[in-house]
């Protein structure tokens, strides 16, 4: 692989359930970040990590939680999903301070 | 905190027209600035970027300035073509508190008709 992937690609899930987003990069960086898109509202950062070992919250973060083991792996949880984390969730990690950052493919998440 | 701002779209162009999507952005201290692009069905793709003032970013025929006294990083294309047609977010790169973070605006969705 190389950059980010992430999966599912896309998953419809029954509302209440437990899921878990998975994210892995192999550049090495430091920093991830989970996203989610929403028609209107752009993109709006749920967590982050700076490191492996510790994590931060964004704009929206109830509802969901992250972990951050080892530097490869961002995965994002929801506990017991809501049709309003209905969304398209993207996994980014910048390169360092001013330089860009790379997208995974996005997760289309649709809770029913 | 920081924050960006773009213009509200859709935007519907005929090729070779030009196009101009405003960004403004408030930040402290001193961000990088970005254009993301998102086709349809895919993830973003970074278009071009600028990371200090009066820098200009290019890329693909796309333009923009980072315009420091203005706070702004407007995207300019001088003819735009029917493979144009995406989404464009504006984005900012910087500190809160001691994290690094990228900031972005709603999206503006250009339409390019023949």
Redesign the interface.
Known sequence: IAGITQAPTSQILAAGRRMTLRCTQDMRHN?M?W?RQDL??????IH?S?TAGTT?K?EVPDGYSVSRANTDDFPLTLASAVPSQTSVY?C?T?TG?????F????TRLTVV | GNSVTQMEGPVTLSEEAFLTINCTYTATGYP?L?W?VQYPG?????LL?A?KADDKGSNKGFEATYRKETTSFHLEKGSVQVSDSAVY?CAL?G?TG??????????TRLQVTL
Do not use: C, D, I, V
């Not at chain 1, 209107?40 to 950062?45: A, K, P, T, Y």
């Not at chain 1, 997208?103 to 996005?106: E, R």
């Not at chain 2, 895919?42 to 970074?46: A, F, N, P, R, T």
């Open positions: 920093a970040y996203y209107g509202l752009g993109l709006r950062l982050y700076n931060g964004g993207f980014a910048p301070m001013n330089t860009e950052a997208f995974g493919q996005g | 990088s970005f993301y895919e993830g973003l793709q970074l970027k990371t977010f790169l500190l001691t994290a690094s973070k990228l900031t972005f605006g709603t999206g």
